[in-house]
């Protein structure tokens, strides 16, 4: 059995995605929440387990999401830190809380996989950073890896490397928004309609991104191979360098990546 102590928008698209991909059954599925609301879209739309409280996701599951929000992640802990752990596997999804941290809470060892997905998960073009700890079962990684590879894409961290893969990976989606709208603002100031620079500006960036992944070439070789004597392109560019795009891109990951760390 595969259970999630909290049903928001991230844990709604693991179970969808495991269901559609075919991983498990609904029948092998159970979820706790505490809204009414959230509890009877369990029961109705996802149509998986609903359970009575975290505690019995806790005694009933081998695999266990940890799918709360950071602040009442000690209270749910302290729930079910008594549930005899053997032979279950936690997949923590909260930022800053490292292996150490969750020891001291559960009162002892654990099996544990850090995770550090990404919205676009939610779309099935996730970015997904996953560290394990020494007693975590190789088929219940395995397992989890295939989860969230169903959902977009995932790398193995070092737990070390978690809080920059979380910065990066997690506040990438935002300022990628934030240069989406800015690129049709440009458009839109030159008499462009909104939502059509939207699409155009939306599509180029997510082209721009398979075209990384895909072909494997240094995103500056990609950039020159775009950027034509005297055209348009380097104009631009010429006009991103004055203002410090680049420096203020570095800056605005370095930052998230500060206070990822002063989360734990």
């Given at each position: ?83 005899d ?47 394990a ?5 190789p ?7 295939e ?8 790398v ?12 990066l990976?997690g ?14 603002d440009g ?8 939502a ?42 010429n ?22 760390e002063?989360?734990?």
């Amino acid at each position: 059995m595969i259970g999630f102590i909290g049903c928001g928008n991230m844990a709604r698209a693991i179970i969808n995605g495991m269901i559609e991909n075919k991983l498990v059954g609904r029948a092998h599925l159970i979820a706790s929440a505490a809204s009414e609301l959230t509890k009877k879209y369990i029961a109705e739309e996802l149509q998986i387990g609903l359970a009575a409280d975290n505690r019995e996701v806790a005694e009933r599951s081998d695999m266990i999401f940890l799918a709360v929000k950071p602040q009442i992640l000690e209270k749910v802990i302290a729930e079910i830190r008594d549930v005899d752990r053997a032979g279950k596997t936690f997949i923590a999804m909260s930022p800053g809380k490292s292996f150490d941290w969750f020891s001291e809470q559960f009162g002892g060892p654990l099996a544990l996989i850090r995770t550090a997905p990404n919205t676009p998960l939610s779309v099935g073009e996730g970015m997904t950073a996953i560290c394990a700890n020494v007693l975590t079962a190789p088929d219940k990684l395995n397992m989890v890896t295939e989860i969230f590879s169903c959902l977009g894409v995932t790398v193995s961290v070092e737990e070390k490397q978690l809080d920059i893969a979380l910065a990066l990976g997690g506040s990438t989606p935002a300022f990628t928004y934030l240069f989406i709208e800015a690129l049709a603002d440009g458009a839109v100031a030159e008499g462009m309609p909104r939502a059509l620079a939207y699409k155009i500006a939306a599509q180029a960036v997510a082209g721009s991104g398979k075209m990384v992944l895909k072909t494997g070439k240094n995103p500056a070789a990609l950039k020159d191979e775009v950027t034509s004597p005297g055209g348009t392109t380097i104009e631009g560019i010429n006009v991103l360098e004055d203002s410090a795009f680049r420096s203020a891109a570095m800056n605005a990951v370095r930052a998230s990546i500060r206070k990822a760390e002063k989360l734990k």
